[in-house]
């Protein structure tokens, strides 16, 4: 026997400008230091953790 499918069920579509990332916005100095300190950051953290 079939069965409908809900509403959880069903997928839904979205349209590529409805879901686009936005842009990453370093207007100021400080926003800039503290993007690239985190992408360091990520960078450190990732060795320490494949050296030990």
């Known amino acids: 026997m079939s069965e409908r499918p809900n ?3 069903v997928e839904k579509t979205y349209s ?5 990332q936005g842009t990453i916005i ?6 800039r230091a503290i993007f690239l ?4 950051g990520m960078v450190v ?3 320490l953790f494949a050296v030990l």
């Open 26 to 31: 370093l207007r100021s100095r400080q926003r």
């Open 16 to 20: 590529a400008e409805s879901v686009r």
């Open 7 to 9: 509403r959880e069920d």
């Open 37 to 40: 300190a985190g992408l360091v």
């Open 45 to 47: 953290l990732v060795l």
